[in-house]
């Protein structure tokens, strides 16, 4: 029976190099045996001098309080993160904008997409417009309550000819229950949920999870 060893080799190995490591550190315990050492082995007839000692003293409390004060900056950016984390809660329900009405088309496919409407939709249309600001196709937008949907676009102009891929622009202009003219577009979404992972504060929007360094306005 053959027994690998090379495990255990490895860990002493890292042990052996992180003890290592930590030895080349001085820190408060060892300046205060130093003092001590060569407190204890001066020459009685040359007795180190009180200035002497008070500046060693001095530097061993300068020492000190340097690592308190780094102790406690590290504590409080750990509770400010925590804070800042939580604090994205009172953003829900809110509108949240992702600062871009634009999709990444490819062409001979179809592109779906989400689009709010914050008021209840009597009717309305869709326009996907190119980077001249060219109607390509519209879609309808039909009779809903307010919300998000999603639409498919099949990637072909009216006449049933497809389009070229590229960024295209989700622009819509609808009536809302009261015959009122309203507009909205691709890139804005309420706030329905705040999720924490790995570290990292994600919101739902819609149907996604959207990092929040990724948001450009919260309204």
């Known amino acids: 029976m053959q027994i690998n060893t090379y495990g255990s080799s490895q860990n002493a190995v890292t042990d052996s190099a992180t003890s290592t490591a930590n030895n080349t550190i001085l820190g408060k315990d060892d300046f205060m045996k130093l ?114 949907y999603q639409f498919t676009w099949d990637g072909e102009d009216p006449s049933g000819s497809a389009i070229s891929g590229g960024i295209y622009h989700i622009n819509a202009n609808y009536t809302d229950a009261n015959g009122k003219a309203q507009t909205t577009r691709l890139g804005a979404y309420p706030i329905e949920s705040v999720k924490f992972d790995k570290g990292q504060t994600l919101v739902k929007l819609g149907s996604n999870y959207v990092p929040l360094a990724n948001i450009k306005e919260v309204y």
């Open 35 to 148: 003092l001590l050492v060569q407190l204890q082995y001066q020459d009685p007839t040359s007795p180190m001098d009180a200035e002497k000692i008070l500046t060693q003293t001095s530097q061993l409390a300068s020492l000190e309080s340097s690592n308190n004060t780094k102790d406690a900056l590290t504590k409080l950016t750990q509770a400010m993160g925590s804070t800042n984390q939580f604090s994205t809660i009172a953003a829900i329900g809110k509108t949240a904008d992702l600062g871009s009405d634009s999709i990444t088309h490819t062409k001979d496919s179809s592109s779906s997409f989400e689009v709010y409407f914050p008021q209840a939709i009597k009717q309305g249309t869709i326009s996907i417009t190119d980077k001249e600001g060219a109607i390509v196709d519209t879609l309808d937008v039909g009779t809903n309550p307010a919300g998000v």
